[in-house]
């Protein structure tokens, strides 16, 4: 969606900042416009490297674009944080001297305003008539907070705090569009996936490893960026490309794997184990490639490969945290069934004995999963018979509803 961010002159535009991080983490492609008020609080290089657009504030900048008429044209959503006193009264008398006074003017889209100033003049009559007018239009102007003013004052006329503002601001997108908008739970959540399947080498061309393509982690990297989270993908043999605004780490081999994430998890808030470690790696690596042997007296002759466990990454990680309750563990079991029981009763009992907090378990085998784009998973709650049930959907889809069961997991923590 593209999204105006008007920020006035006030104090609180260094919020603005981090507002405009959640759009454009959303994947919004965001127009800054400030006053030149604005601008004396943050300058326009801040905002140019944040929304990767250039930022200007008069009317008779690129003037054959005609940017006073055009911005507001083709918003889908304009935003206005902080919105000064001054400002609310232009928008509420359709006065246009400067850019986004125009921009209002000129949109046809949803407005939402987020008022900051002094508990005086937000009490005044003058505001409160402009704040009725503009509502009456079906301008969205979202409540300021009372708290800690500018200087010694406190009372109402606080700027919202930006996750406040940007989920009014997606309440009034999803209104007009009908789509649903993608939530900024994680906001501020530094999240820790692994992706992929390990490769244990035998010799220089042949390895054991397993089906994982790493799509269901990659999914859940790009879903988890969307909803505000900084993220760090371990990926283990994954060929796909990478979701932008993710760290990504390669790694080869379950000890590779082990390593980055143990040394990685302290200082993550989730920690998510989609990769597909192998259990087990030959005892041995040959220096060169293993021969057939060309025994006449036994032409199926073939060379014994004997193999040892590979460490627990997840219980691992678990063990390390003890009694804390951070980060967030969540753990993947890819199952089959067996003649002890089935998928489900094989989740539960691996969910009791590796201690994670949550566990999504997926049926795998031959054209189930592994390298497909639709999946189904049941997310397991430590702690509890409730099972979540996702799909059949997109892996990014399921992504989603897996995010909103860690979102839950986050608040009640």
Request: negative net charge.
């Amino acid at each position: 969606m593209r999204i105006v961010l008007g920020v006035g002159g006030g104090i609180a535009a260094y919020k603005a900042a981090l507002l405009l991080r959640l759009f454009t983490e959303g994947g919004h492609q965001v127009t800054v416009v400030p006053t030149e008020a604005a601008l004396k609080f943050v300058g326009a290089p801040t905002w140019e490297a944040l929304s990767g657009h250039p930022v200007q504030t008069d009317v008779w900048s690129n003037i054959t674009d005609v940017p006073h008429v055009r911005i507001g044209q083709q918003a889908d959503l304009v935003v206005v944080a902080p919105t000064t006193a001054d400002l609310l009264a232009k928008a509420a008398h359709g006065l246009a001297g400067d850019l986004l006074t125009n921009v209002l003017l000129t949109a046809r889209c949803p407005v939402v305003l987020a008022p900051a100033m002094h508990t005086e003049m937000w009490d005044h009559p003058a505001t409160v008539a402009n704040v009725a007018t503009l509502r009456g239009r079906g301008v969205s102007v979202v409540e300021p907070e009372s708290g800690r003013l500018t200087g010694a004052d406190t009372g109402p006329g606080r700027l919202p705090d930006p996750e406040a503002i940007h989920a009014a601001a997606m309440a009034a997108l999803e209104a007009s569009t009908g789509v649903a908008q993608v939530p900024a739970d994680l906001a501020g959540r530094r999240v820790l996936i692994s992706t992929g399947g390990t490769r244990e080498p035998l010799d220089p061309v042949r390895y054991l490893g397993n089906r994982s393509s790493g799509k269901q982690g990659v999914a859940l990297a790009e879903t988890a960026v969307a909803r505000g989270a900084h993220v760090t993908l371990v990926a283990a043999n994954v060929d796909l490309p990478m979701p932008e605004g993710v760290d990504v780490v390669r790694v080869g081999t379950a000890r590779e794997l082990q390593q980055e994430i143990t040394s990685r998890t302290a200082e993550h808030d989730v920690v998510v184990m989609v990769a597909a470690v192998a259990d087990f790696r030959p005892a041995e690596y040959a220096d060169s490639k293993i021969k057939k042997t060309h025994d006449p007296g036994d032409p199926d002759a073939a060379p014994t490969i004997t193999l040892v466990r590979n460490p627990d990454i997840l219980a691992g990680i678990v063990a390390d945290r003890g009694a804390a309750t951070t980060p967030l563990i969540v753990g993947f079991a890819a199952e089959t069934g067996d003649a002890t029981g089935s998928v489900l009763d094989l989740a539960r009992a691996k969910l009791a004995r590796k201690g994670c907090d949550l566990l999504v378990v997926n049926e795998v085998g031959v054209d189930k999963t592994f390298g497909l784009d639709e999946t189904s998973v049941h997310v397991l709650t430590r702690g509890s018979e409730a099972v979540t049930d996702l799909g059949p959907a997109s892996k990014s889809e399921v992504s989603h509803g897996i995010w909103d069961v860690v979102a839950r997991s986050l608040t009640v923590d």
